[in-house]
């Protein structure tokens, strides 16, 4: 079984709906993360959390929410989306440490009409 | 090597050549970086890793090299066969600590032709 997964694997939904992306581990990670992925561009944070009682925005946090539902799931909202949230989201762990190595999901292919 | 802009760097080789992929990273400050692999359909998977105080660390086929004076990472992946067939991208924790901040670079698309 993967260490991470990731439900749905794909979603479409219009403009304005509210969509729930979730992530859950199975590695005791005490880190997890959300990104975004564009074509052509790298990896983009969005949400990080360094365990259930906290959360941290990344560098495109705005139109996205999280909840830390415990240590093995992250969740990430859409309350409202919109056609340029259209993009691959990827959830990752990491250990608490000197080196926070990620482990990423297969990711959701999220379109957003 | 990896740049900014809407169209991946590319990289094509012959099965069985020795492949090199750049990476220029920008923080001075950064100690500790990685290489992913990203196949098509997939998240990102991690190579290998170097921390600032090395130079070079070696995997199996693959061998990271850091020049901290001009901020250049590389990886070098030995006999290249087709299933290395994928973008390929760097990160460096500039952050440290409880200062987390993991950069991505935007990546390499390295195509091995059979």
């Known amino acids: 079984d993967a260490d991470v997964t990731q439900t749905p694997r794909n979603r479409i939904t219009k403009t304005g709906k509210r969509i729930m992306l979730e992530c859950s581990q199975t590695k005791g990670h005490d880190r997890m993360y959300w990104y975004r992925q564009d074509p052509g561009l790298g990896l983009q944070l969005i949400y990080y959390?360094?365990?259930?009682?906290?959360?941290n925005k990344g560098e495109i946090s705005d139109g996205y929410s999280v909840s830390r539902q415990a240590q093995a799931k992250f969740s990430l909202s859409l309350e409202s989306a919109i056609p340029n949230q259209t993009a691959l989201y990827f959830c990752a762990t990491s250990e608490t440490g000197p080196t926070d190595t990620q482990y990423f999901g297969p990711g959701t292919r999220l379109t957003v009409l | 090597g990896e740049s900014v802009g809407l169209h991946l760097p590319t990289l094509s080789v012959q099965e069985g050549d020795n492949s090199i992929i750049n990476c220029a990273y920008s923080n001075s400050a950064s100690d500790y970086f990685i290489w992913y692999k990203q196949e098509s359909g997939k998240g990102p998977q991690f190579i290998i890793d170097i921390r600032s105080n090395m130079d070079k660390r070696q995997g199996q086929r693959v061998t990271v090299l850091l020049n901290k004076t001009v901020k250049h990472l590389s990886l070098q992946i030995a006999a290249t066969q087709p299933g290395d067939s994928a973008v390929y991208f760097c990160?460096?924790?500039?952050?440290?600590?409880?200062?987390?901040?993991?950069?991505f670079g935007k990546g390499t698309l390295l195509t091995v032709n059979p």
């Open positions: 959390s360094f365990d259930v009682k906290d959360i």
């Open positions: 990160a460096e924790n500039s952050g440290g600590g409880s200062n987390y901040k993991l950069t």
